[in-house]
DNA sequence: TCAACATCTCAAGAATGATTGAAATGAAGA
DNA sequence: TCTTCATTTCAATCATTCTTGAGATGTTGA
């Protein structure tokens, strides 16, 4: 997913805050299943006010996603907008330079196909 | 390069501000000769007060580095801190997701090695 | 040593972001 | 319908960040 400049600066200033770094490493391990608000809030330990105010935060940044289920409001992780804000940083903050996306592309390839890591 | 947490934090709130997210672009494109810091300053539009304000923000993120020639600081692009946060995305906070390293993979393929691009 | 230049530091004020607790909304089941 | 539960909204407060302009620091060449 290709996102423009404002919204990588969203992104990163909703990325720069510990509690909210925190709730999209839950809602990544969560998986497309996701949380309810009330159980992200819990995970990292915030208030249900401070919990609201920080999902939604990274719900305007284009990091997560939510959805009502039942009475539970479901938050799951957007991983379009996470691989959106990695390609932003190396393609257009970076320049595509090779120093930066050299090493990123060893790091991702480590990731997805670990048995191409070592060619 | 590795960075923890607390780094990242940092270069997330240090890209976070458009002046500073323009610094790094240009000084992405100065290359390792680098560029003064007023050089910088006009290039972004900030005041000499101003640009020593986010330049020191950004070298505190690890993302710029500075060397004193002649009566000027020249700053440079971190590229070790750059890619270093790239590979932090994709990671530590993104725990190897493949959604999100696939797409990162390809475009950093893209980036550093064209005639691969589409296989 | 002195003047000119490049940059940084400092203090004050404006703007933005985070935390808290109370109250409002919206959905589900008795 | 009424109560309960999950979440959001609101207002107040505090902390952080940004901008500005004045002054300080350090470097160079006359």
Chains 1, 2 share one sequence.
Do not use: W
């Not at 719900?59 to 409001?73: F, H, T």
């Not at 379009?80 to 940083?89: A, M, N, Q, R, T």
């Not at 320049?95 to 060619?119: I, K, M, N, S, Y």
């Amino acid at each position: 997913m290709k996102i423009d400049e404002a919204q990588a600066l969203d992104a990163f200033g909703a990325l720069s805050q510990p509690t909210r770094l925190q709730m999209v490493r839950v809602l990544v391990v969560a998986g497309p299943d996701g949380l309810a608000a009330g159980a992200v809030g819990e995970a990292v330990g915030a208030s249900s006010s401070s919990a609201s105010f920080h999902l939604s935060n990274l719900e305007r940044a284009g990091l997560v996603q939510s959805r009502r289920e039942a009475r539970c409001i479901i938050y799951t992780a957007n991983f379009g907008g996470l691989s959106g804000l990695v390609e932003f940083l190396m393609r257009d903050c970076c320049q595509g330079h090779p120093d930066v996306c050299a090493p990123a592309a060893l790091t991702a390839a480590a990731c997805c196909a670990p048995e191409r890591g070592q060619p």
